[in-house]
């Protein structure tokens, strides 16, 4: 940290202790100011103390609900009443939800096929019944959950994990659209259609009624079919009427959104007004317009989610010991419970050590869910404030936990793999390819992706015979399948390591490629990638990928024979178009794109 810091950490606190004489104790007026003050509050504590998080290399979810407890009843009493703060925090749930939805591509997710069903299916199921388990094994060890229905409640807290959390985290990361974030966004869903069966099955968990439970679901069916229906032929007509006008776009974007969200929460519909807009998302994903929706959306959605985390922190009581004992025995139970509700069946599913660590480790940490299903067996008689307190501990400690767990995911599942194959569990490939893996193959592309595809799919266009001198290494055991059907030598294995290049049967090389720019690559980079090669292969052609003039040139001062340029070629091409469209003759370049793409063959699943 630089020697700013320090002071800057002092000042924070000396500001922050000064806020109660300052006159910003939001409780003390009424009415809108009451709120306007709450919301100063909360967002000031915030950022003063986000920042601090950023200073310290520490995650800001973290100082997010730090400032809450800081702001809170427990801390500074700045604001006692945080009901409204809750509910605004509740608009960030909405909206994150929303974004969610116009992001989920179904036809990609459902290409994952059985790892996101069969998991999705029987991760929740697993998780709550091992967690009764456990929990009536601790108590006999003398732990106090708070009787009643606790067990149940407990058991079912922990099988769940948080949509919030997990997707904010991977879409900074920019790994949602990777094979392991989206069978965990995949999970994800199931885990709320899963949380949205308890809901409707508890006002009567003593005495369960089938008929509400189907009610529930005929209702949520019938609201996926309208927005549906209401998708295809109503929104287009009306987004193309006003996609020239920005404001416009974004608000009727929202006014959907909510309107669908509003219909979910119905009595009659028996949903969640986030289920709601989840579907009102997934309803827009295919429109043109919906990139533009999200960067307008994305800072609306931060500020209401910052405050849904202040008001979190707000929400997490002075613990006694029987409170925080019980909250770190389900903490540990929600993670050890990840291996055979997740890892288990999806190395059994064929998913791969990566694949399957990696979902794992994204969804150790338990659900806004959980809480909502807590408070309200609160409500209803079921449990005691003793065990609603533990949940919110048990929230917290794991929502501190993921952060840093997500953010190292890659170190952590390089260390898992070395655990796995030490326990005799093997990897995808391991032991049966040896004598495959060593046929030459002159051409090895790392890592396969778009540019790869189009690489590949030009490479057969030219000479039907070049599958038979392509050597692929991906970990996507999606994608190798795939390639393994078209004829194309798939190893699986990860290219960020040096044993998988040692140990692939890459002898026979004679070029070897690399199309993924460094922000897709894990673990690795372009440059340590060429390093490798030129060490392990000497005197073999290397081509590799920058995302920019200064790479390309460190790149080639560092022995690459090639560096692709993703956007110099792009420019190159949007060039000649403006040539040709000079000329008169762009019409015939149109048509002569339009049959590449029709004779390309589709590679990757989901494309």
Not at 79 to 90: A, H, L, P, R
Request: contains cysteine.
């Amino acid at each position: 940290m630089s020697p700013r810091g320090p002071r800057f950490l002092k000042a924070l606190a000396f500001f922050v202790f000064l806020l109660p004489d300052a006159g910003f104790c939001a409780d003390g007026g009424g009415g809108s100011h009451a709120l306007i003050g709450n919301i100063a509050v909360a967002i000031t504590a915030a950022a003063g103390v986000g920042l601090a998080m950023k200073l310290l290399r520490q995650p800001v979810i973290f100082g997010q609900l730090l400032a809450g407890l800081i702001i809170g009843p427990v801390g500074l009493k700045l604001i006692t009443d945080q009901s409204q703060i809750v509910t605004m925090g509740e608009i960030g749930l909405i909206l994150l939800l929303f974004m969610i939805g116009l992001e989920i591509n179904l036809h990609k997710m459902l290409s994952a096929g059985r790892l996101v069903l069969v998991p999705g299916l029987l991760q929740f199921p697993l998780c709550a019944g091992l967690g009764y388990g456990l929990v009536f094994l601790l108590e006999a060890a003398g732990l106090d959950f708070g009787g009643g229905y606790a067990r149940a409640y407990f058991a079912i807290a922990v099988a769940l994990s948080s949509t919030m959390i997990v997707v904010k985290l991977l879409y900074e990361k920019s790994e949602l659209d990777t094979l392991a974030g989206r069978v965990t966004v995949g999970i994800l869903i199931f885990q709320d259609i899963w949380a949205i069966i308890i809901l409707a099955v508890q006002p009567g968990l003593a005495d369960p009624r089938l008929g509400g439970i189907l009610r529930t679901f005929l209702a949520g069916a019938v609201l996926v079919a309208v927005a549906m229906v209401a998708s295809k032929h109503v929104l287009p007509r009306l987004f193309h009427r006003v996609a020239k006008v920005p404001e416009l776009l974004l608000v009727i974007s929202l006014g959907w959104c909510f309107l669908v969200a509003l219909v979910a929460a119905r009595p009659e519909v028996g949903l969640s007004m986030e289920m709601g807009a989840l579907i009102a998302g997934v309803s827009l994903a295919t429109f043109p317009y919906n990139a533009d929706v999200i960067a307008r959306v994305v800072s609306i959605r931060d500020f209401f989610v910052t405050l849904f985390f202040v008001a979190l922190g707000m929400q997490i009581p002075w613990p006694d010991a029987g409170v925080l004992a019980a909250a770190a025995a389900m903490a540990g139970a929600a993670l050890l419970l990840r291996v055979p509700g997740l890892l288990v069946p999806l190395l059994a599913l064929g998913a791969g050590h990566r694949v399957s660590l990696l979902t794992s480790i994204n969804l150790a940490q338990v659900s806004e869910f959980s809480l909502v299903i807590m408070a309200l067996g609160a409500g209803f008689g079921h449990i005691g404030e003793h065990t609603v307190a533990a949940a919110i501990w048990v929230f917290a400690i794991l929502a501190i936990l993921s952060t840093y767990l997500i953010q190292n995911s890659h170190r952590l599942q390089a260390a898992g793999g070395r655990f796995l194959r030490a326990a005799g569990v093997r990897d995808i490939g391991e032991g049966g390819e040896t004598a495959r893996m060593r046929r030459g193959h002159p051409v090895v592309v790392l890592g396969f992706y778009r540019t790869a595809g189009a690489m590949l799919s030009e490479l057969a266009a030219h000479n039907p015979e070049a599958a038979a001198l392509v050597k692929v290494v991906d970990f996507n055991p999606l994608v190798r399948e795939k390639l393994e059907v078209m004829g194309v030598d798939c190893v699986y294995g990860d290219i960020s390591h040096s044993e998988t290049l040692k140990h692939a049967g890459l002898e026979e090389g004679r070029i070897f490629i690399c199309t993924l720019p460094d922000p897709i690559l894990k673990g690795t980079t372009n440059l340590r990638m060429l390093q490798t090669l030129r060490a392990m292969f000497p005197g073999r052609a290397v081509v590799v990928t920058a995302k920019s003039p200064g790479q390309a040139a460190e790149l080639y001062a560092a022995g690459a024979d090639f560096v692709i340029q993703p956007s110099e070629l792009a420019g190159i091409e949007a060039a000649h178009a403006v040539a040709l469209a000079l000329d008169g003759a762009l019409a015939v370049r149109r048509e002569e794109a339009l049959a590449r793409l029709a004779a390309r063959k589709e590679i990757l699943p989901g494309e």
